[in-house]
């Protein structure tokens, strides 16, 4: 599919998808179908030979628009575990950090945690919304893994709560790692290709049908919209980082939010 159609509202789509299929296949009632009719042989009970063919082919195109349906929906659920997961990871890194070092340093890796999540809200989202990988977030996460990194324990007991805590914030950046593959993912063109070819083939089968061009019409339209409608379904799930309808940022949000509330609650605590 061509990316700027990934940048459209769900309002956009639709609309889009209803004019496309149902204006292309009245056309091709008027147009195509007396070609069609002129290039068939007609046999005795064609339209129960058509239908029979249209509904063995039905199955299974109804089949893999249900399939893809299915693939989109957990795609996208997969994803906002994934971002929901991180930021909790993150807020319960960032609440263990004054349990783990002295007020100074803990306030220095706090500060750097606030600038990443920061730095993830206004710069990477609109980036990954954008279909672009982020640069930016991987900057300021690489400062506080370094200062991570850098730290030396003052105790046996400090060195075990240390490690456990980085053990911890690998496992977050592993989560940031699934999110930014998952900015590029989506249905393969082959099954697009194939999706469109499918709606074409079945309209095209209706065309067949010995029927008023009336009702032609009629049904084309009707059969035309139900594809616009899964196919949009399918379209709107896909690519769940990119466009306007992409996975919120809401969990860093509330993240940075409950952080600030736990930072003041501190300070008026010591």
Not at 60 to 87: I, K, M, P, Q, W
Not at 121 to 139: N, T
């Amino acid at each position: 599919m061509p990316d700027w159609l990934f940048n459209l509202t769900v309002p956009q789509v639709l609309t889009l998808l209803f004019a496309v299929f149902m204006g292309g296949t009245c056309l091709g009632a008027v147009l195509l179908r007396p070609v069609l009719h002129r290039l068939v042989r007609r046999e005795n009970d064609w339209n129960s030979v058509v239908s029979a063919v249209l509904s063995c082919f039905g199955v299974f195109y109804g089949l893999l628009l249900g399939l893809l349906a299915v693939a989109a929906y957990e795609n996208r659920s997969g994803v906002e575990d994934v971002v929901t997961r991180e930021a909790l990871f993150l807020l319960g890194f960032y609440s263990d950090l004054d349990a783990t070092y002295p007020p100074e340093v803990a306030e220095e890796m706090g500060g750097l945690l606030r600038e990443y999540v920061d730095t993830t809200i206004e710069k990477d989202w609109p980036l990954q919304c954008q279909g672009e990988i982020p640069s930016d977030g991987s900057l300021a996460i690489l400062k506080l893994n370094r200062r991570l990194r850098d730290y030396e324990p003052q105790s046996e007991r400090e060195r075990l709560i240390h490690q456990q805590l980085l053990n911890s914030w690998d496992h977050s950046r592993e989560f940031r790692r699934q999110r930014l593959y998952a900015v590029a993912t989506g249905l393969p063109d082959i099954l697009w290709s194939v999706v469109l070819l499918g709606a074409v083939v079945t309209i095209v089968f209706l065309y067949l049908f010995d029927l008023h061009l009336r009702n032609v019409l009629l049904l084309g339209g009707l059969l035309s919209f139900f594809i616009a409608t899964v196919i949009g379904v399918i379209l709107v799930q896909d690519r769940p980082l990119q466009g306007p309808r992409a996975v919120s940022p809401q969990p860093f949000v509330m993240l940075r939010e409950r952080a600030l509330q736990f930072r003041e609650h501190l300070q008026r605590n010591r």
